[in-house]
């Protein structure tokens, strides 16, 4: 099993940029494909990036491709979204997940909720 919590969220403006980081207890993060999904209000959840366990290969939403980056830090038993042009639309709280299936995600945490003011 795998806790998460996300950190870096906050307010910005348009065109700006954000850190999202989740820091993963335990020590088989390295087992654990990650991802990124958002979810604004009203909105349903929807999936942003992921990555697999050695970071070798990532996917990223079309909605946020060339905008949007994953990586991650095994020895720091961490994931990142790096986010730049950032717009109004992309406010919403902002979920770290942990599956050891790609695309299939079975640990979640709180969220961190990210506002872009125009």
């Known amino acids: 099993q795998v806790q998460l919590v996300e950190s870096g969220g906050g307010l910005v403006q348009a065109g700006g940029s954000l850190r999202l980081s989740c820091a993963a207890s335990?020590?088989?993060?390295?087992?654990?494909?990650m991802g990124w999904f958002r979810q604004a209000p009203g909105k349903e959840r929807e999936f942003l990036a992921a990555?697999?366990?050695?970071?070798?290969?990532?996917r990223h939403a079309d909605s946020v491709k060339g905008r949007f980056t994953i990586s991650r830090d095994n020895a720091k038993n961490t994931v990142y979204l790096q986010m730049n042009s950032l717009n109004p639309e992309d406010t919403a709280v902002y979920y770290c997940?942990?599956?050891?299936?790609?695309?299939?995600?079975?640990?979640w945490g709180q969220g961190t909720q990210v506002t872009v003011s125009s």
């Open positions: 997940a942990a599956g050891v299936e790609f695309y299939k995600f079975d640990y």
């Open positions: 335990g020590r088989t993060f390295s087992t654990y494909h």
């Open positions: 990555i697999t366990w050695s970071g070798g290969y990532t």
